[in-house]
């Protein structure tokens, strides 16, 4: 019998609020992954989400490792057929206002 796998693809809000420790649903996705579900994400989502911590001195580097292990990550520019943007103060303000609720 042929297992069937759920794609999950994780936004850069959600890896931000995976990394700032506001959401214990992504968190207990990503710690104890299921098999039956493939979560994915993109190089530039990772990037926003990094980018866009309040304090990067309170990265939990052990969380970020987990999600690197647990996560495929795939190429934006590849996926999409445009190229990454950079990323600007204003879709920072995005990203942290969906985190806090502001949204």
């Known amino acids: 019998m042929e297992k069937t796998t759920q794609k999950m693809f994780l936004k850069a809000e959600g890896i931000l609020k995976y990394l700032e420790g506001n959401n214990d649903k992504i968190d207990t ?9 493939e979560l994915v994400t993109t190089d530039q989502s990772l990037y926003e989400a990094v980018g866009s911590v309040k304090d990067k001195t309170k990265i939990n580097y052990a969380k970020l490792v987990k999600f690197l292990e647990v996560v495929n990550i795939v ?3 590849e996926k999409m057929q445009k190229p990454r943007t950079i990323l600007k103060e204003e879709r920072v303000k995005e990203l942290r206002k969906k985190v806090s609720g502001g949204e």
């Open 29 to 37: 996705l990503i710690m104890c992954k299921p098999n039956n579900i």
């Open 75 to 77: 190429s934006f520019k």
